[in-house]
């Protein structure tokens, strides 16, 4: 009995798990909200999937498992096309099926990592012509802007702009440009140029000594010491208001510069990297989308093939995890008493 639940359970969660699986790729082509929530969902399929095909012996089951699995994808993309990729897929994935099976009954010994890789890749190729048809159909009517992915200049910024800026002003080797907003870069190039700092420093050119010596010589020094205060206050605030202007117009200058290369209008929060990216995407959309047609038919198959052949990688890259998880997991129930491993003896044919 306990077999026998376990047995269902394993399908019962590859189906779900499959399900969850084409939902999340629809998620992630509707949102572009990545690729990592499929991966984990597939990776959990495939492991399950595996396990049915080792423990579960009516190969009619077994068909009707991947069938069903496969044919989720249909749900998310409604074309009738796309039935003829699912076909394929279930041919691929029963043809990795009849690859293990027939592995489980030649083995003297039985041998999971064997078994599960004789048919591992032919389940990650039809997996994979499921999951970049179904993008395909999903995509084909889409914009440009839909269609192409978005450049993230997040997880590389601060090294990347450090590059430019030293290539363009050794000086600038020593900004710190963690999270840089546009106005800082600016302020920070200032700087840097003029080899000192920036903002209201720059913009004192006397010292209180100096001042002090400035009023000496213009009103004497038999004022009092409120009278010479209130002088160096005006003074200091004068000098301040001028700093903020001449602050002002350089901001308001390199704002200018830099939305005249990005071809963006800029308030000077920005952060850099991000306007990098909107830059890089912005370009993209202009080099796929030329005049006023947007409508490029080989763009969604070429993404497409893009995508299946990035999943071939990945999957072929990933199968040796999933099937030591596999081993893991089949180790587990025959620990349990789930799964039994029995020896028996076998009429072989031999030539005498």
């Not at 010479?228 to 208001?241: G, L, S």
């Not at 001449?246 to 991000?274: C, F, H, W, Y």
Request: proline share 2%; with cysteine; glycine share 6%.
């Amino acid at each position: 009995m306990k077999k026998q639940i376990l047995k269902y359970s394993l399908i019962f969660f590859s189906l779900l798990f499959s399900f969850l699986a084409w939902q999340s790729v629809d998620r992630a082509i509707r949102t572009s909200s990545g690729w990592g929530v499929p991966i984990v969902w597939f990776s959990l399929f495939f492991v399950l999937l595996s396990l049915s095909m080792v423990m579960i012996r009516r190969r009619i089951i077994l068909e009707l498992e991947i069938f069903l699995s496969l044919i989720f994808s249909f749900v998310f993309a409604r074309s009738l096309f796309q039935l003829i990729f699912i076909a394929l897929g279930f041919l691929l994935v029963s043809w990795a099926c009849e690859r293990i099976v027939r592995d489980m009954r030649l083995n003297i010994k039985l041998d999971l990592w064997k078994t599960i890789r004789m048919g591992s890749t032919l389940i990650v190729l039809g997996v994979g012509l499921v999951i970049s048809s179904q993008y395909y159909f999903e995509i084909k009517d889409a914009s440009v802007d839909k269609i192409l992915p978005k450049v993230d200049m997040s997880g590389i910024s601060d090294a990347l702009i450090q590059k430019m800026l030293a290539t363009a002003n050794p000086n600038f080797k020593n900004i710190d440009n963690s999270g840089l907003t546009v106005d800082e870069l600016v302020l920070e190039a200032q700087a840097a140029q003029s080899g000192g700092s920036n903002g209201a420093d720059q913009a004192v050119p006397l010292s209180t000594d100096q001042v002090n010596q400035m009023i000496d010589q213009q009103f004497g020094s038999n004022i009092s010491n409120q009278e010479r205060q209130t002088i160096i206050q005006e003074y200091q605030n004068k000098m301040k208001d001028a700093a903020a202007a001449e602050q002002k117009i350089v901001l308001d200058d390199g704002r200018q510069q830099i939305s005249n290369i990005v071809g963006m209008p800029l308030t000077g929060n920005e952060k850099v990297a991000d306007v990098i990216s909107q830059f890089i995407n912005n370009k993209i959309g202009e080099y796929f989308s030329p005049g006023a047609d947007s409508n490029m038919p080989l763009l969604p198959l070429i993404m497409a093939l893009v995508l299946f052949l990035s999943v071939i990688s990945l999957g072929s890259f990933l199968d040796i995890f999933w099937v030591l998880v596999c081993k893991f997991i089949f180790f587990i129930f025959v620990r349990l008493k789930l799964v039994e491993i029995k020896k028996v003896q076998a009429e072989v044919e031999v030539i005498d």
